[in-house]
């Protein structure tokens, strides 16, 4: 049975497996606005690149349009990217004997990455002050960014729960120390039981 944790984060607890699913936090003004600015930005993209080959330009005002059309596709490919994200992304967890497995998920696309218990250091939480620069920067819709769950695995640190909130944060983490020590432990008695 799925059951909840704010209105972003569901989980399914069964006897050997939990599931959990954190989705972006749903806003149709936000996505339109984000549309909105999209289709303009594109706009102003295809006008910079026809006057490039239709207009008569010297070398340093061909050279300037190229270096604004670069900037202009690195923006236009994070702002797509963020806006696929939002209306149709998900944070996939499974914790099993095995290990944790984080996916992220866009319409079932996305890589499964299994990690290792033995192999992680303890979950950790990471909120930054509501007064901080950073938790302002990080609540915009245009900024992927967010994690505010993180582990060290094999010296790279793995971080997940996008813009989730303190409260939901804190169920979360204390959700995902219990199933890891309990599904360790029967990771353990299975070792034992084999002879690994």
Do not use: C, H
Request: hydrophobic fraction near 40%.
């Amino acid at each position: 049975m799925k059951k909840w944790i704010g209105n972003r984060i569901s989980f399914v607890d069964e006897k050997e497996k939990t599931s959990i699913i954190i989705t972006p936090e749903r806003s149709t003004l936000n996505n339109a606005m984000m549309g909105a600015w999209l289709a303009m930005w594109f706009a102003i993209g295809v006008t910079l690149i026809w006057s490039y080959f239709a207009l008569t330009l010297t070398k340093e005002e061909q050279l300037m349009i190229i270096v604004i059309v670069v900037l202009w596709a690195y923006y236009l490919f994070r702002v797509a990217r963020q806006l696929v994200w939002l209306m149709f992304g998900k944070e996939l967890l499974k914790l099993d004997p095995r290990g944790l497995v984080y996916k992220k998920d866009v319409k079932g696309y996305g890589k499964s990455i299994l990690y290792f218990y033995d192999n992680m250091s303890d979950i950790e939480i990471y909120v930054p002050k509501t007064t901080s620069i950073q938790y302002v920067w990080e609540k915009s819709p245009w900024i992927r960014g967010g994690e505010r769950l993180q582990f060290e695995y094999q010296g790279k640190y793995i971080r997940f729960g996008r813009k989730l909130e303190e409260k939901e944060v804190k169920q979360l983490f204390q959700l995902l120390s219990s199933k890891r020590n309990e599904y360790s432990k029967i990771a353990k008695r299975e070792e034992k039981k084999f002879g690994i």
